[in-house]
């Protein structure tokens, strides 16, 4: 099972909206809605902050979104602020296994 | 509150043994499918494998690049999980993470602290 393809990084300035892009194949993103994004700070264990493709877990921000066409995921972060700074994976179901993305860099200019 | 505590890693040489741990506590682990997650330094999040829970059949499904040589295990009259890591690689060097999965979602909802394994001689 090959890793989903994530931009290595991506960048933005407090305030703006940005997305993270999560392509994968017929195989994992495009057959289920089992799709769900991690936020990583430095030395810190991934958080998750997206389920299902679109739901976040209680106490996430409103300002993270999510959403799933044909084999590519997304993640929209709006409003950037500072603390949203860290490294993003996306992660789907792929029938009896798991595949993760390689990670996206989220720099907050 | 959820608390997954990882232990057993370490410095181990090529081919060596290792067997991983994990103290859970604050839910009701029999009723939870758990999972295993590694990060190499630098690198992104890689899926080891998971194990149901013993009322849907108990039985762990692995990543390719593991199989064979890694067994995830648990014992529920202790709320432990069990990575056991045989034939280890220098490839294998990564901070191993514990994780609850949700099998209705596909989310791993809860992690520990992870616990680094060096293979290096």
């Known amino acids: 099972q090959s890793a989903l393809t994530q931009p290595a990084s991506v960048s933005g300035s407090p305030g703006q909206s940005i997305t993270i892009s999560c392509t994968g194949t017929s195989s994992d993103v495009g057959s289920y809605n089992l799709v769900s994004w991690y936020q990583q700070h430095p030395g810190k264990a991934p958080k998750l902050i997206i389920y299902e493709v679109s739901k976040r877990p209680s106490g996430v921000s409103s300002r993270f979104s999510g959403s799933k066409s044909g084999n590519t995921a997304s993640l929209t972060i709006s409003g950037l602020q500072a603390e949203d700074e860290a490294d993003f994976y996306c992660?789907?179901?792929?029938?009896?296994?798991?595949?993760f993305g390689g990670g996206t860099k989220l720099t907050v200019l | 509150e959820v608390q997954l505590v990882e232990s057993g890693g370490g410095l181990v040489k090529p081919g060596g043994s290792l067997r991983l741990s994990c103290a859970a506590s604050?839910?009701?682990?029999?009723?939870?499918?758990m999972s295993w997650v590694r990060q190499a330094p630098g690198k992104g999040l890689e899926w080891i494998g998971r194990i149901k829970r013993k009322t849907d059949g108990g039985t762990a499904d692995y990543a390719a690049p593991v199989k064979g040589r890694f067994t995830i295990s648990r014992d529920d009259s202790t709320n432990t999980l069990y990575l056991q890591v045989n034939s280890l690689k220098t490839e294998d060097t990564a901070v191993y993470y514990c994780?609850?999965?949700?099998?209705?979602?596909?989310?791993?909802?809860?992690w520990g602290q992870g616990t680094l394994v060096t293979v290096s001689s």
């Open positions: 992660c789907s179901y792929a029938g009896n296994s798991l595949v």
């Open positions: 604050g839910f009701t682990f029999s009723n939870a499918w």
């Open positions: 994780t609850t999965y949700n099998y209705a979602t596909g989310g791993f909802e809860y």
